[in-house]
Nanobody, 128 residues
Framework: QVQLVESGGGLVQAGGSLRLSCGAS????????MGWFRQAPGKEREFVAG????????YYPDSVKGRFTISRDNTKNTVYLQMNSLKPEDTAVYYC?????????????????????WGQGTQVTVSS
């Protein structure tokens, strides 16, 4: 079982950047498909980015494509989310998630039910 801890959130002006980190303990992060999700007040948790075990394949929804970049450093047991050109609508609590499932097709990356482990979240607030 893996434990996940997010960090790097904060307050930033529109157009600014933040880099979130997700540190893993208990198991090596290379065993897991990793994802980032976010949840704004009164809204459902939504997919932001996903990355394969090797890091060769990444997925993004249209809302963040070209602005956000997910990456992983398996030697540091850490996954990152680089967020550029931030908008007020990016304001949310951001969660890191991990899945140990061997079969994980591309359609699974955006499905929060396919992830078994979650961090506690980190707040990102973008002011206009």
């Amino acid at each position: 079982q893996v434990q996940l801890v997010e960090s790097g959130g904060g307050l930033v002006q529109a157009g600014g950047s933040l880099r979130l980190s997700c540190g893993a303990s208990g198991r090596t992060v290379s065993s897991y498909v990793m994802g980032w999700f976010r949840q704004a007040p009164g809204k459902e948790r939504e997919f932001v980015a996903g990355i394969s075990r090797s890091g060769d394949t990444t997925y993004y929804p249209d809302s963040v494509k070209g602005r956000f970049t997910i990456s992983r450093d398996n030697t540091k047991n850490t996954v990152y989310l680089q967020m550029n050109s931030l908008k007020p609508e990016d304001t949310a609590v951001y969660y890191c998630a991990a899945s140990p499932r061997v079969y994980f097709p591309s359609t699974s990356y955006s499905n929060r039910d396919r992830y078994d482990y979650w961090g506690q979240g980190t707040q990102v607030t973008v002011s206009s």
